[in-house]
């Protein structure tokens, strides 16, 4: 109840929850001691995949005994995940210390909640000059309040895609503004490049960054990585090769971000031997990113039927869940609710073979699109309904032996979904 009244607190200081400028927390920072001149940073940076490949990088670093600071957004449950520090989510008492502290300093000057829980970490991060800080970025990049650091150890370009479009202007929503807006002002130091989407996004992002004095490790030229059917996959860099374990994620398209997750920490010379990368990816932590629910009150009511949980809101990603969803042999049941500022149809578009659809409202969410409008973009689509609630769409799924369950569209959904369950 605290932390909410702070929160709530945080909201007024500023009239947009998003204002792109980093005018607002570069004042702040300044306020704090500029505690980010102060960590060794990992930056994270591009549209899918990013928390992935920091809880791969972390569960690695963690199997190395090296401790870190983890910074990711959004939160899924609560937002304690967002603030990791020596390897341990806050806890509500220690969280609301922290934001009082900031608040304290800050004297109400005007900043966006996101500003101001950034630099909430930045201030407590610098309190462990010695961890390695994982930091996701928000927003694109360039004008995110992750985008403060002068010096970092590297900056991870994950798979980027179309997403927050409408932050874009009217006559430039393409691809290449993306990739400006996300690589652009990336620090010289280290540049690891994931598997991209394409080619044609590959080649726009070494543009972009050709300028840029860093070392530079891209996907296929520096690392890479192979699937062997005898249940291993081989991962490669100029270091040698590695025979691994498939990790403990599900989803082909994990090995990409894991890649570059070894690749990266393999670059940086921190003392991570083969050991700590093969137990590491075993151990990965990720929540709402393909998770299959195997307990709880709303898998109870499916029984022995599987249940899927994947935070997916952008073509990229429902490209890759439906991929994975291919691999699988059984009905497909997909209950999907989704912001309003997403493209619904080309999300959707990408689904192949899905016995039923089911529309559902995200509750807690004024800025969803209701489940009603979303099955009217969707009527073209076979075996349509909508329900009210998530419960009501699973009860009224009639499933049948070794069917599954599939909930995705939003990472609010997935944390509404969690909390019910």
């Not at 992750?146 to 970092?152: M, P, Q, S």
């Not at 994950?158 to 691809?175: A, K, Q, V, Y």
């Not at 010289?188 to 070392?215: F, G, H, L, P, Y």
């Not at 109870?300 to 990229?316: A, F, M, T, V, Y």
Request: aromatic content about 8%; glycine content about 4%.
């Amino acid at each position: 109840m605290k932390l909410q009244k702070i929160l709530n607190r945080f909201q007024k200081l500023h009239k947009r929850e998003i204002d792109l400028s980093l005018d607002r927390i570069k004042s702040l920072c300044q306020k704090l001691g500029n505690p980010q001149n102060k960590m060794k940073v990992i930056s994270v940076v591009g549209t899918n995949g990013k928390f992935s490949t920091i809880a791969g990088m972390f569960s690695i670093l963690k199997e190395a005994n090296i401790k870190c600071n983890v910074y990711t957004s959004p939160h899924i449950l609560k937002i304690n995940e967002r603030f990791i520090f020596n390897n341990q989510e806050l806890s509500d008492d220690e969280l609301a210390k922290l934001f009082e502290e900031v608040e304290e300093i800050n004297q109400n000057q005007p900043a966006t909640i996101f500003e101001v829980l950034t630099a909430c970490f930045l201030y407590k991060a610098a309190q462990y000059p010695d961890n390695i800080c994982l930091v996701e970025s928000g927003l694109f990049h360039k004008f995110d309040a992750t985008n403060v650091f002068k010096n970092n150890l590297a900056s991870v370009v994950c798979s980027t895609s179309n997403d927050h479009m409408d932050w874009l202007p009217e006559s430039d929503r393409t691809i290449k503004r993306i990739i400006f807006e996300k690589t652009s002002s990336l620090l010289n130091s280290n540049i690891i490049v994931a598997k991209q989407r394409d080619e044609k996004t590959m080649q726009c992002i070494k543009k972009t960054i050709s300028d840029n004095k860093s070392k530079k490790y891209f996907f296929n030229e520096d690392f890479s990585y192979t699937n062997k059917e005898n249940g291993y996959w081989y991962y490669e860099d100029k270091f040698g090769g590695l025979k691994l374990e498939p990790p403990n994620v599900l989803g082909q398209f994990q090995l990409g971000n894991i890649s570059a997750a070894i690749a990266t920490l393999r670059t940086l010379d921190l003392e991570i031997n083969n050991n700590h990368i093969e137990k590491g990816i075993t151990k990965i932590k990720s929540i709402a990113r393909l998770q299959e629910i195997k307990s709880g009150k709303l898998k109870d009511i499916i029984k022995n039927n599987r249940l899927l949980l994947d935070g997916s809101h952008n073509e990229d990603g429902s490209k890759v869940l439906n991929e994975y969803l291919q691999t699988l042999d059984c009905d497909k049941h997909l209950i999907v609710g989704m912001m309003a500022n997403k493209d619904h149809k080309k999300y959707i578009s990408y689904f192949k073979n899905i016995s039923s659809f089911t529309t559902i409202d995200i509750p807690n969410q004024p800025n969803a699109i209701s489940g009603i409008e979303l099955k009217q973009k969707f009527q073209n689509l076979p075996n349509i309904q909508y329900k009210e609630s998530i419960e009501q769409a699973i009860k009224s799924i009639p499933l049948k032996k070794n069917d599954l369950i599939i909930i995705a569209g939003s990472l609010y959904l997935s944390g509404e979904f969690l909390k019910l369950n």
